[in-house]
């Protein structure tokens, strides 16, 4: 039953297995969830399903399975962005050249599994070229192949896309989940693990992705200490503050969507000490700031701060302008000088 090894996603793996068991398994998946939920490991296990040879796929354990999770498989292709051929420089999209070679390729069918797989990561790149083309192969795929798109954003992709993809939705996962998988699985110490469950909200990719890599925390860090900075400082230097988080979602949304979430996470944990539950911040490692900084607001402007950043998520994903709805948000924080007279 768990040999998924994917933990907390079994409205997903249930259903796979009993689908690949009636080799009913759909040519097309969407795989939907937050930036760092754990899509990219979700189509590894499907690829690996697929070509497992084990009776229990996937097994995790086989040669085909090893090859896959050790991503040497060469049936197992990975489409993402990548730098243009001809001048080496880095694109925005994936664009129309990858989407023919990958057909070129489809043709051929598999080589050393059973399946042939192409994951498209992230789908909502795909520019509207290449998505174009694409309709194509998942309208009349050639057999054994199957296409796995991932995105967060699955509202840009075209709905003529979505329609064609059977959806798979990543839900978050319990903080024990994410501990039991790192200490487990990764090696990690279980004080580290557990910071990094509480961290991560629910998202095993975040969670996997900060064990493995100490610029994921430090990412965290600048951006809470730019939290602080805009809290302690007037309207010029919040501006600038706003100007940085605008460009910064402009060459990579999910990276300006991260340090919102952080800040919102931040103002719920100084709400939560507010209400005398401080045991259940997620940012504990910044308990002693978060109760120096508590004294300084009153709960209904931390509630008023919790919603505002909820909108200014919101406006960004309905397309504002990125600047006018930072500049907004910096507008609706309290002012230091208010020195706020906490009344609750
Ligand atoms: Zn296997």
């Not at 990975?78 to 023919?100: F, G, Y």
């Not at 990094?196 to 610029?215: E, F, I, N, V, Y």
Request: hydrophobic share 40%; proline share 6%; glycine share 6%.
């Amino acid at each position: 039953m768990s040999s998924w090894r994917i933990v907390g996603q079994e409205h997903i793996t249930r259903p796979l297995s009993s689908a690949l068991a009636r080799g009913q398994m759909s040519h097309a998946y969407l795989i939907g969830g937050r930036p760092l939920g754990g899509k990219s490991l979700l189509a590894q296990a499907i690829a690996q399903a697929l070509n497992c040879t084990d009776t229990d796929p996937p097994c995790g354990r086989c040669s085909q399975c090893q090859r896959i999770s050790r991503g040497i498989h060469s049936d197992v292709q990975v489409i993402t962005v990548t730098p243009d051929p001809e001048t080496k420089r880095m694109r925005t999209v994936i664009a129309l050249d990858q989407v023919r070679e990958m057909e070129q390729r489809a043709a051929l069918g598999p080589y050393e599994g059973k399946h042939l797989v192409f994951i498209i990561d992230p789908a909502e790149k795909l520019h509207p070229t290449a998505a174009n083309a694409l309709l194509k192969t998942l309208e009349e795929p050639p057999p054994r192949v199957t296409l796995l798109l991932l995105s967060g954003l699955e509202q840009e992709l075209l709905p003529t896309i979505q329609s064609r993809c059977q959806r798979l939705e990543l839900a978050p996962l319990s903080a024990g989940a994410i501990v039991q998988v790192l200490t487990q699985e990764h090696s990690v110490a279980p004080d580290d693990a557990a910071l990094l469950a509480r961290l991560s909200t629910g998202r095993l990719g975040w969670a996997l992705a900060a064990a493995k890599d100490p610029k994921v925390l430090e990412g965290r860090q600048h951006g809470l200490e730019s939290l602080m900075e805009v809290l302690d400082n007037g309207l010029e230097r919040r501006f600038q503050v706003a100007q940085e988080v605008a460009s910064q979602f402009s060459r990579s949304r999910p990276a300006a969507q991260e340090t919102l979430g952080l800040w919102l996470g931040w103002w719920r944990d100084l709400l939560l000490i507010k209400t005398q539950a401080p045991q259940l911040i997620a940012n504990s490692d910044w308990q002693s700031s978060l109760e120096e900084r508590a004294a300084r607001y009153s709960a209904s402007q931390a509630r008023t701060v919790v919603r505002e950043l909820l909108a200014t998520l919101e406006r960004l994903e309905a397309n504002a302008n990125p600047r006018l709805a930072l500049d907004v948000l910096m507008l609706s924080l309290p002012q230091p000088a208010d020195k706020a007279r906490p009344t609750t």
